[in-house]
């Protein structure tokens, strides 16, 4: 049966802040035949790094808006991908539509389709949830990363702050997207505010922002669990690639503590890079963290 879906319209996204990127669509990954899903393309095709930004909850690829601009002075090749539900992706409108293994099967095939190498993985929040989990399955595309407040979840729990804000966003069917991003960051304008709630229009588009705080594996039976087992493991054991963390300190779930934890588990994650006014949505703080991360990388001098 074929999943009910709604499209943002286009005008919504017209004069974003420091967003000039030109919508690239697929609408034919296996799977998601009829779902149009957006992605940001920039650089050349056949750089030698690959850059691939990965959003959260609920936020979409202009989060990566202050990073973007670094990474393509290099001569990098990015790709930031909208999930399904979210920017300019088409947005299932059933709560249930949304799983782990929806959204990570969808970038599975995304990145087979472009055909990406050489990927320094950028993530954040469901970023790192499901990004993370990509390179045990596709261990000959990735070579670096770059994490920011997140974690791998393999059925513990999350605290009561992650409780409370589960059931908040649960029995808030029109959740106030650019509100909470405000909140999180005092320093967006009014209209960088706008740009993200613009992919919705009403509580009908927010499906998939509902779904994901329902989706963090925090039991063992949870679908993913054993996924984000395996992916510890990797990180722990195989993983040999460079990597580069910041934590924006502030976050009061995914701030030092978990990334503390997570640093641990990455082989040859380097001592973290503290933002001490960031909170959870670290990006904003972009214009210092990609630089630090290319400097590190050698990327630039």
């Not at 296996?30 to 959003?55: I, M």
Request: hydrophobic share 40%.
């Amino acid at each position: 049966m074929a999943i009910e879906t709604l499209r943002t319209p286009d005008d919504r996204f017209d004069n974003l802040p420091d967003w000039p990127y030109a919508p690239n669509y697929v609408d034919d990954l296996e799977g998601y035949e009829g779902l149009r899903a957006h992605y940001v393309d920039e650089g050349p095709k056949d750089a030698e790094h690959t850059f691939l930004c990965l959003h959260g909850e609920p936020s979409w690829s202009y989060l990566y808006r202050h990073m973007i601009p670094h990474f393509l002075a290099t001569g990098a090749r990015v790709i930031a991908p909208d999930y399904l539900g979210f920017g300019r992706s088409d947005k299932p409108t059933k709560d249930e539509d949304y799983t782990f293994h929806f959204h990570r099967n969808y970038l599975m095939r995304l990145i087979e389709r472009l055909d990406l190498k050489n990927i320094t993985l950028v993530c954040q929040d469901w970023g790192g949830l499901i990004g993370l989990t990509l390179p045990v399955d596709m261990q000959d595309r990735f070579a670096r990363l770059i994490v920011m407040n997140t974690s791998i979840a393999t059925g513990r729990s999350s605290g009561k702050g992650f409780d409370e804000w589960r059931a908040y966003v649960k029995n808030t069917p029109d959740f106030p997207v650019g509100g909470l991003m405000k909140r999180s960051t005092p320093h967006l304008s009014d209209a960088e505010v706008a740009a993200y709630d613009a992919p919705f229009p009403d509580q009908n588009y927010k499906a998939g922002v509902r779904q994901f705080p329902q989706l963090v594996m925090t039991s063992e039976d949870m679908e993913g669990v054993e996924t984000s087992k395996r992916a510890l493991q990797f990180w722990k054991e195989t993983w040999q690639g460079k990597s580069f963390m910041a934590v924006g300190m502030l976050d009061p779930v995914l701030g030092p503590k978990a990334m503390h934890m997570l640093a641990k588990a990455i082989n040859g994650c380097p001592e973290p890079m503290e933002i001490a006014d960031g909170g959870h949505f670290v990006q904003e703080w972009g214009n210092i963290i990609a630089p630090a991360a290319l400097k590190h990388f050698g990327d630039v001098t």
